[in-house]
């Protein structure tokens, strides 16, 4: 399964969520229109926030932020 989920909730409550639960998280951002995207450490971790956001869980596709990497000549 995987460690990346979509939350209905905003990033700082995650955090504070995740920190709570000792969730270590791997990657973590806002998404455009509401929510956060999670991506936890661990599956073990996955497991545990799947379990704690189970009523907070975006099933359906979410739109997320276009990210640029800039050349690595800069």
């Given amino acids: 399964m995987s460690r990346a989920m979509n939350i209905l909730l905003d990033q700082d409550d995650v955090t504070e969520r995740c920190q709570k639960a000792g969730i270590a998280i791997s990657a973590i951002e806002p998404l455009p229109g509401a929510g956060?995207?999670?991506v936890c450490k661990?599956?073990?971790g996955a497991d545990e926030a799947r379990v704690?956001?189970?009523s907070f869980l975006i099933k359906q596709k979410v739109k997320r932020f276009a990210f640029y990497r800039a050349p690595s000549s800069w």
Avoid: I, N
Wanted: charged fraction near 35%; proline fraction near 0%.
């Fill in 52 to 54: 704690k956001f189970k």
């Fill in 36 to 38: 956060t995207h999670l």
């Fill in 42 to 44: 661990t599956s073990e």
